[in-house]
């Protein structure tokens, strides 16, 4: 059955961290109903096997096919990297996937060099050394895999001297090699965007990729003739898996704002 321009539409993340991409997808979407889905209890992706990644990713789409979604936006770059072909040849939605902002950042580098904090599974994969191959003619990029970042954000750590030192461990080998641009390959990194700028000179631009993807979502739902023509404000709700007390007032502390801006449903599996 085709899907209707009313139905929500999916988000997924190995946890809290695509609900960077989420703020970006209801500020450019403000009338559309999001649903979004934590596989929370399972991350981080970054150092899983991509067989077991997909898994995940399978089971996310089968609670979000029963919500009867119209599009899916994976908003995990590694989730993308290990499993986003498999899930676009199963459906028949727009299923729209990250992947880190190397070009534009390629193209935004005045020296060359850019620097590439991500996780090892995005880091490792195919399809991003396919990505810096291509945009990698005249660039040098610099990758760094950030271990343990993607645990502290999940519980809400944005500013501690724990994630300062662990920051600074992995920013200090691209600050020798003189990047002057930055990419944050990891969705959950947005997050700790003005902890990571405390730590780099003025001069380095951070590049992320939250307002692209929403703004190609907008584009595929307009050409697909799916997008939401209610004039109400849309609902936001939130799943997890998580089993952390926490849970809900870390998502609410992400996500910010009116705490009437969205619903928080509790445990999806």
Same mark, same amino acid.
């Given at each position: 059955m085709a899907p209707s321009q009313n139905n929500p539409i999916g988000v997924i993340d190995s946890g809290v961290g695509g609900i960077s991409v989420l703020k970006c997808i209801r500020a450019h979407l403000p009338h559309e109903n999001l649903i979004y889905v934590a596989?929370? @209890?399972? #991350?981080?992706?970054?150092?899983?096997?991509?067989?077991?990644?997909?898994?995940? *990713? =399978?089971?996310?789409?089968?609670? %979000?096919? !029963?919500?009867?979604? !119209?599009?899916?936006? *994976? #908003?995990?770059?590694? +989730?993308?990297?290990?499993?986003?072909?498999? *899930?676009?040849? !199963?459906? $028949?939605?727009p299923i729209i996937g990250m992947e880190p902002a190397v070009k534009p950042a390629s193209l935004m580098s005045k020296n060359k060099v850019v620097g590439v =904090?991500?996780?090892? &599974?995005? /880091?490792?994969?195919? @399809?991003?050394? #396919? /990505? %810096?191959e291509h945009h990698g003619n005249d660039i040098h990029f610099i990758t760094q895999p950030c271990f343990g970042l993607v645990e502290l954000v999940e519980q809400g750590d944005l500013e501690s001297s724990a994630l300062t030192a662990l920051l600074k461990k992995y920013i200090d080998p691209l600050l020798k090699e003189d990047i002057d641009t930055l990419v944050l390959g990891c969705t959950h990194y947005s997050f700790i965007k003005p902890a990571i700028q405390k730590l780099m000179p003025d001069h380095i631009k951070i590049v992320e990729t939250g307002d692209a993807v929403a703004n190609y979502l907008n584009h595929v739902l307009i050409e697909k003739h799916l997008l939401n023509e209610n004039t109400a404000l849309g609902t936001t709700?939130?799943?997890? $898996?998580? /089993?952390?007390? $926490?849970? &809900? $007032? *870390?998502? +609410? !502390? %992400?996500?910010?704002?009116?705490? @009437?801006?969205f619903n928080y449903k509790g445990l999806w599996i």
């Open positions: 596989d929370s @209890k399972f #991350a981080p992706y970054g150092e899983k096997a991509n067989e077991e990644i997909t898994r995940r *990713v =399978l089971t996310a789409f089968d609670f %979000l096919n !029963k919500q009867e979604v !119209k599009s899916v936006v *994976v #908003a995990c770059n590694t +989730a993308t990297a290990a499993s986003i072909q498999i *899930v676009r040849d !199963k459906f $028949n939605y =904090l991500a996780t090892s &599974g995005t /880091l490792l994969s195919a @399809k991003f050394s #396919a /990505l %810096l709700d939130f799943w997890t $898996n998580s /089993l952390d007390q $926490n849970a &809900g $007032n *870390v998502i +609410a !502390k %992400l996500w910010g704002g009116d705490p @009437k801006s």
